[in-house]
């Protein structure tokens, strides 16, 4: 049981990005990905999470094919992006934002689970979920160009929360953010790891990730183009 | 300390120029509602024909002795809601052709989009004319004619709002925790391009005014019995050449203001500008007597002052207000001194206001701060206020590097020509390669438009900008903000570089591992909720920190053991209390450990 990558390639038109990368993450650790500027960290995370088809290779989550049609995808996978504006929408409230993926979730179950009675454990929930990311609530009702990037990238996390992916791909979480921040919002996910979920955790701040992260791997050593196919590319003990 | 009680001045030219138009339409729907209901029905009256504008009839009459204030306000009616239904109609036809368009994609897309343009480039009044010649006299068949040629816009518009939104990070993540691309198009896309169909709905309203006007002067539209503006307009052309001016003159005032007043209100609708978090609108302060606050600082930086600073600051205190009434305490009896040839590091969490600081210190607060306390800058006082005083020293004595990156240049132009205007606004001889050259960039560099820039080279161009014109002072504002460890020591050697080379620098920046890393700094003032809490010599402060917060900051550091901050960041605007950062043991626990 663990999200692995096989043989992922990436290419753009005739630029070769990731050539044959072995990845896995297991559930409950964080795993450190680090690498230079443009050797593909982004791409891959996007494929991890079936956001792009790997050019050659193949993903699975459990076991399972990870789903890669955008209104079919199955939750069990979640991006954590870098910067935090751009992954809320401008023109919802905070306590909005967090409940997406709630709301979404509820209409998935269809008409059994509508009405006050649903509406009133989600507010519960979006509360709950604040409290355990360190929002107070007069922030809930704010926007976001009404708050720090650490706030909104504590929001964002609490939306990965509500979400409850087994995996999540964290690209670049901490880097708009202070240190203080930054250290937050790793011990958050550090926790959320303990709850069994699997973390990918990608920075190029190796001390970051020395410091957070349970095992470090470093992509241009694991398929980056002309750096061959080291033995041993597995990335996890 | 004591708040000032006067509360900011609103803008009310920003105001008028909203309500204005807004005012003018409502008056003139009135007008086009209310005067037929209480003017009855019209009989002709012969023996008042033609009379020129006075007392009994204001706008005067036509030929059949009709009163022309009347008769206008029933044309403008008719016209008002043709007008309506075309604008509702091809607004409606337009948002569903673009987002069927943007959602669909592919071929779909691509079809609906020719559709869009054949229908663009059919001419609109010929078009019209054959529709209603087939139905002479039928106001459907002017809405038809009018609205089945106008979506196009909307369909455009909304497309390309939907298209950018569609690939945003915030749908992807939609997207990943299992929405349906229908919940996607509900919750996120719509709201993106229902404010701009608005929009596209109030401009196509006196469009469509004129249109339907148009067709009926000629005389193609409404018959005389439900007059429009248009077929007014077009009776009116008889008496024209008569002298009775005033046939024309009555419609014709009307469709204008009609016109103007629609035109003006879509401003009120749309997006507006962005509300920008922090400094916003540059210029013009207001200063504030009595403000001065003993801040509680550690510090032991030399009192004494024996050589004058290129800047000194004592005592600033700056309040913010924001749009709903409140005040954001930015900065608090905040004490600074930057001495040439030394670079000074201020750090803090974000939002603690160092931003704001390094603002004051440039001159560029927002417009309605009120600050009190003294800049002095080469030794003259400078009131925060005096914006003729800082427009002699932007860039010549202070330089600003902002934390934009390659958002500072213009994206359209090239690196090269946008740095020799800098250098030549600020009379400073200094020729480009050499400008380039001194932030370790390659002459190349020139060449390449800012969107082309690296992340490391967008903060040297921007460093190579703000030294243009040699300036004594140097503020740099998150200078290695989304760099990594390797490009941020690199861009911290270049500052200390300028400062060896006698500028006085402030860095402000919250990337405290950066600045350990490269020890390039000599003196390091630390800032919370707006106060100064600690300032000394940077190794002193970065091993043996005095204050609690300062420790605090430092442990969080991922090479000092990743330690978050109890609490949460303290709140600046109308904070609830002293904003000390003992208070803030109190708060909530964060993650629940």
Redesign the interface.
């Given at each position: 049981m663990s999200l692995v990558a096989e043989g992922v390639t990436c290419r753009y038109g005739q630029q070769t990005v990731l050539d044959g990368v072995d990845l896995t993450v297991e559930p409950g650790r964080v795993l450190g990905l680090t690498g230079?500027?443009g050797s593909g960290k982004s791409s891959l995370a996007r494929i991890l999470?079936?956001?792009r088809s790997p050019d050659s290779g193949t993903v699975l989550a459990d076991g399972r094919p990870v789903a890669a049609r955008?209104?079919?995808?199955?939750?069990d996978?979640?991006?954590l992006?870098q910067?935090p504006r751009?992954?809320?929408?401008?023109?919802m409230r905070l306590r909005g934002i967090i409940a997406?993926?709630l709301t979404?979730?509820a209409?998935?179950t269809g008409p059994g689970a509508r009405g006050a009675g649903r509406k009133a454990d989600e507010a519960r929930r979006v509360a709950e979920l604040a409290?355990?990311?360190?929002?107070?609530g007069d922030l809930l009702d704010r926007r976001p160009?009404?708050v720090?990037?650490?706030?909104l990238q504590r929001a964002c996390v609490a939306?990965a929360l509500?979400?409850a992916?087994r995996y999540l791909v964290c690209d670049e979480p901490t880097?708009?953010?202070?240190?203080?921040?930054?250290?937050?919002v790793?011990?958050?996910l550090t926790?959320l790891a303990e709850d069994g979920v699997g973390i990918l955790a990608i920075s190029?701040?190796?001390?970051?990730l020395?410091?957070?992260a349970h095992d470090v791997v470093d992509l241009s050593r694991l398929g980056a183009p002309h750096t061959g196919h080291p033995a041993g590319r597995r990335a996890s003990p | 300390m004591p708040e000032p009680a006067t509360r900011p001045a609103r803008i009310g030219r920003a105001v008028s120029g909203r309500v204005l138009p807004v005012a003018a339409l409502a008056a003139l729907v009135v007008y086009a509602v209310a005067v037929p209901w209480w003017a009855g029905p019209q009989t002709a009256d012969f023996s008042q024909a033609l009379r020129g504008p006075g007392p009994a009839h204001w706008f005067g009459t036509d030929h059949s002795g009709h009163d022309l204030f009347v008769r206008a306000a029933e044309g403008l009616r008719v016209s008002l809601a043709i007008a309506l239904a075309c604008a509702v109609t091809a607004t409606v036809l337009g948002v569903a052709v673009g987002a069927a368009a943007a959602s669909a994609g592919g071929r779909v897309d691509m079809l609906l989009m020719r559709v869009t343009d054949g229908v663009n480039a059919l001419p609109h009044l010929l078009l019209g004319v054959v529709v209603v010649a087939l139905y002479p006299g039928s106001p459907w068949a002017v809405i038809a004619s009018i609205s089945l040629t106008h979506w196009p816009q909307v369909a455009r518009i909304v497309r390309a709002e939907m298209l950018s939104v569609r690939s945003?990070?915030?749908v992807?993540?939609?997207?990943?925790?299992?929405?349906?691309?229908?919940?996607?198009l509900l919750?996120?896309l719509l709201?993106?391009a229902l404010p701009q169909a608005a929009v596209g709905l109030v401009m196509l309203l006196p469009h469509a005014v004129w249109h339907e006007s148009t067709l009926s002067f000629l005389g193609l539209g409404l018959p005389p019995d439900e007059a429009s503006l248009g077929t007014l307009l077009e009776v009116a052309r008889g008496d024209v050449f008569t002298g009775a001016w005033w046939t024309l003159a009555a419609p014709a005032g009307v469709l204008v203001a009609t016109t103007l007043a629609t035109a003006g209100s879509s401003g009120v609708l749309g997006p507006g500008p962005?509300?920008?978090?922090g400094p916003g609108v540059r210029r013009g302060t207001a200063a504030v007597p009595g403000t001065a606050a003993p801040g509680a600082i550690a510090r032991d930086v030399p009192a004494a002052e024996s050589p004058e600073p290129a800047v000194r600051v004592r005592g600033l205190t700056l309040r913010l207000p924001t749009d709903d009434g409140r005040l954001v305490h930015a900065a608090t009896g905040v004490d600074l001194d930057l001495h040439a040839g030394r670079l000074t590091a201020l750090v803090g969490?974000?939002?603690c206001g160092k931003s704001t600081l390094a603002s004051a210190l440039c001159g560029l607060l927002p417009q309605g701060t009120r600050s009190a306390g003294s800049v002095r800058i080469a030794g003259r006082e400078v009131p925060a206020a005096d914006e003729r005083a800082w427009r002699g020293l932007h860039g010549r004595v202070v330089g600003l590097a902002g934390q934009a990156g390659a958002a500072t240049f213009t994206p359209v132009r090239r690196l090269g020509p946008q740095l020799a205007e800098v250098a030549a606004s600020l009379g400073a001889p200094t020729p480009v390669p050499e400008l380039l050259a001194r932030v370790g960039l390659e002459g190349s560099a020139a060449d390449k438009y800012p969107h082309e820039l690296?992340?490391g080279m967008a903060a040297r161009a921007v460093l190579a900008a703000a030294l243009a014109g040699d300036p004594a002072v140097l503020v740099a504002d998150e200078p290695t903000?989304?760099l990594?460890?390797d490009l941020a020591g690199q861009v911290l050697r270049l500052l200390r570089g300028a400062a060896d080379r006698g500028t006085a620098v402030l860095v402000i920046t919250?990337?405290?591992?950066a600045l350990d890393t490269a020890g390039a700094a000599d003196a390091v003032a630390v800032m919370y909720a707006g106060r100064i809490v600690e300032h000394g010599p940077a190794e002193r402060v970065l091993t043996a920190p005095e204050h609690p917060y300062t420790g605090?900051?430092l442990a969080?550091?991922?090479?000092r053991?990743?330690?978050?901050?109890p609490?949460?960041?303290p709140e600046l605007t109308d904070p609830p209390g002293e904003g000390s950062f003992a208070e803030r043991w109190g708060g909530?626990?964060?993650?629940?450990?």
């Open positions: 230079p500027s999470t079936g956001l955008r209104g079919r995808m199955s939750g996978l979640g991006l992006h910067s751009a992954a809320t929408d401008p023109r997406q993926p979404a979730r209409r998935g409290r355990r990311v360190g929002l107070t160009d009404q720090s990037a650490g706030q939306r509500a979400a992916p880097a708009m953010l202070d240190a203080a921040s930054t250290a937050t790793a011990h958050l926790s190029h701040d190796h001390a970051l020395a410091a957070w | 945003a990070e915030y992807e993540a939609a997207y990943l925790w299992g929405s349906t691309r229908r919940a996607v919750r996120h709201p993106a962005r509300r920008a978090r969490e974000s939002g690296s992340g903000a989304g990594d460890p919250h990337d405290l591992q605090a900051l969080a550091l991922p090479g053991g990743l330690r978050p901050l609490g949460l960041p909530t626990d964060v993650a629940g450990r």
